[in-house]
């Protein structure tokens, strides 16, 4: 039992024992080798070459995961909120995060019931959800959850303008070019590519209006793609200062405790 | 009487019982899903195979959005601002929202008292005034209007400023390239086009200077294109700040405990 | 004498009796339609088929552009700063707006001398200066004035580490590139249109990196690029901020007179 | 030995007396002249029509930045941080300043041995680094090193979310698009300079997805671009208005009148 509640303690993230910090930076450089792994990978040249070691690097890196997994899910009944030997575990591992950690592991053993190789190579990209993993490990996001909260509204305004823009955008376009060119505008969902295109600044130039009434609606759209870019830059903005303006000034004054915002 | 004060209760958006809650988004869904019918509608094999249920879904959606239009226009009456049975009911009718209504239903009308069925399928892009609708459903929208009419003149004068330098880039780049590219940029007008794909910084690539001078001007142009990008973005930036900086400045005088928001 | 007093107090801008607003409003009409006129002037077909009417346009505006540059420059001495009659008229006539207004009228009448007429296209293209003439009709600029103004320095630094970054980003990528591209990366000068549609990230697609080396540069300095756009756009947000929050916030109570500041 | 204090204090940047600063600006000249001769010099045309001088500006800028670091380095012991003859000069001399002025120069001496001349000019392009000494003259970069260093953390959370996206979106691309482009997007390391361009919003046109799986996904790549330049924007522009509000809040406690900047 001590030695569940160790492992309990060990497996999960956070702790300040030395050997905590060790394995919890350790499985961080496994989980970012793998994905370079993975990525070089699918380099033809590199693959062929080292096919032997890039297999043996994959078997140990899962198995590592893998035994990892199980250990999280069989040593969890130690926190009382998953103290069920069954349905706490259940519980425990439906949760996001155990739920990404299975699907990066899973791709491995299914490749393995199939023969399809390149199946299994499709499979394997699901492995870098892995990296979202990182995530698990860093505090400082929390002051930008907390900025993207407090402004959760303006954001989604400004998310829901910007989809109402882009489908005006995209059907107006296809009314102006789809005579002038047939094949690049040839429905509006074609024309939903140009108003992305557009509106994010990309300007990849695969699709472009060729006529005067279009090129002045492209101009019209473009410019709109300033405000675009404004809008989040300005509610982000002031979210960071609100935050900062009110954690910065001292509220009591730490020489005669008096209050420093009796006014406000 | 009493059914039509509950009719304009009923159509006239916002409204807290079950059942105006339940119009009120059946009636957006129901927008939001033509909507997607008419993009959907354009792509040529979509069309063709299920001409049939488009036919009906366009017929069914139109039905219930001129139901609604009729009976908004005869229901306003119980309104006291609009009490004449006539001139009160023409003068909601010219309300931009009325307006915009009755522009996505008209199409489907008109097309079918003409023969030409190409000419309606180009009309009937209009009725995607009817996305405009789904505005008339969000509270939100109001700080965001707040800061645009605060700031309005600071806006104003910025666009002023991106049209005069994009009069002066289209003209400049025009004396550059001409000669060089006689095709692309044939005249002021032309090179209009340029001005605008370079300051937003789209850069589709299908007009660009190819002369020492013009790309040295070019340069210019794109360096102060960032400006026009900072330009909104800072001015939007310090309008939230301000709101929210507004609601945490002192209310009251600590001296004399009288207003100090009367004189705004 | 009283009748050159009352000649500059028109044609000088500003001012609030009737006529003199008509006078100032009735300029800027002119310049615009100018403007517009010389825009349009530069499409073929257009001006072969309405060539009279361009040139008459053309000298009828400029005969009135000329009557109030030199109607300005003979009534300045009632100007007590420009009393001298020749000294004072010089002095006055070096002022950048008198130059930009003269600059505007010089190119009709330099090509009054000459033959070639295809010469005197290329000089009209100078009067577009006439579009800085609207500045001097504009009040709301003063507040961006003072927000640039404030914030010289800091752009200064930022444009200074722009210029110094596009070098070491034109100069580094010659070295990448100019083995694989000997024809597009010639010259570090060559290079230099390549770092400036990046850093900006317009990205025409004329040229780009091929080679592994050249992208992971690219790559680098692109995502300075972003950098770029968010220097500006937070110097002057920061700008606009202490603006409005020292012209915003009263400083003393309007009703006991007492500073609301003390304790700053 | 007073001679070496005089040149210690002449070559060291800073300083008052009237030699001091023409020195500063001299050498601050010379090195800009430098810059722009080593980038005229890739042009072909300009370098063999002007070899020679090319050659001896060469000769000479670079003996005098030799004849300054040699004698920075001699003179330093008088600095009573690095009084020791031997250990002083080198820990002075592994000063990354230092080893940049080093690199400025060696590239002319190491030329020097060898014969291929091609080498040569791949070398002297290290000697950019010399622009990177200007920065040893500015001072107005200390309130952007305070910003930057207040914000450390921020940033590097953003560059981490955005290097962690930058991964994804290469390993999702690659899937969508490797059947229909094998070419184009042949392994991750190739989709990942598609994820650059995208996300940067540069848009070069080389390479973009052509399936209607990876159109969507480009999409929303794409309008994350758009946070990506939100994000640091906002950072900055609260550390901009942070710095000057603390110009701003109150000093000293209007109760008590002790300072409340003690604990900060």
């Given at each position: 039992m001590q030695f569940k509640a160790r492992t309990h303690r060990l497996l999960e993230?956070?702790?300040?024992?030395r050997e905590e910090l060790i394995f919890d930076w350790g499985i961080m450089a496994l989980i970012a080798a793998n994905v370079v792994a993975v990525i070089l990978s699918t380099v033809d040249a590199l693959y062929l070459q080292y096919q032997a070691l890039f297999q043996l690097f994959e078997l140990v890196s899962v198995s590592i995961f893998t035994l990892e997994y199980l250990g999280r899910i069989w040593a969890v009944t130690v926190n009382e909120g998953y103290s069920g030997p069954v349905t706490g575990r259940i519980r425990y591992a439906l949760k996001p995060m155990l739920i990404i950690d299975l699907l990066a592991i899973l791709p491995f053993y299914v490749g393995f019931f199939f023969v399809d190789l390149r199946f299994l190579r499709a499979l394997r990209?699901?492995?870098?959800?892995?990296?979202?993993?990182?995530?698990?490990?860093?505090?400082?996001?929390r002051s930008f959850k907390r900025v993207l909260q407090d402004k959760r509204e303006d954001l989604v305004v400004s998310i829901s303008a910007t989809l109402i823009l882009l489908v005006l955008a995209a059907s107006m376009m296809y009314f102006f070019e789809r005579t002038a060119q047939p094949d690049v505008f040839s429905s509006i969902p074609a024309a939903f590519w140009w108003a992305v295109v557009t509106l994010t600044t990309?300007?990849?130039?695969d699709v472009y209006p060729v006529t005067f009434g279009g090129r002045l609606f492209a101009a019209i759209v473009a410019f709109l793609g300033i405000g675009l870019f404004a809008l989040p830059a300005s509610i982000l903005s002031s979210g960071f200062v609100e935050q900062s303006s009110t954690a910065d000034s001292p509220t009591y004054c730490p020489h005669c405790g008096e209050s420093l915002r009796e006014e406000h």
């Open positions: 993230v956070g702790g300040d024992t990209l699901f492995r870098f959800f892995r990296l979202l993993k990182l995530a698990r490990y860093s505090q400082s996001i990309v300007g990849y130039g």
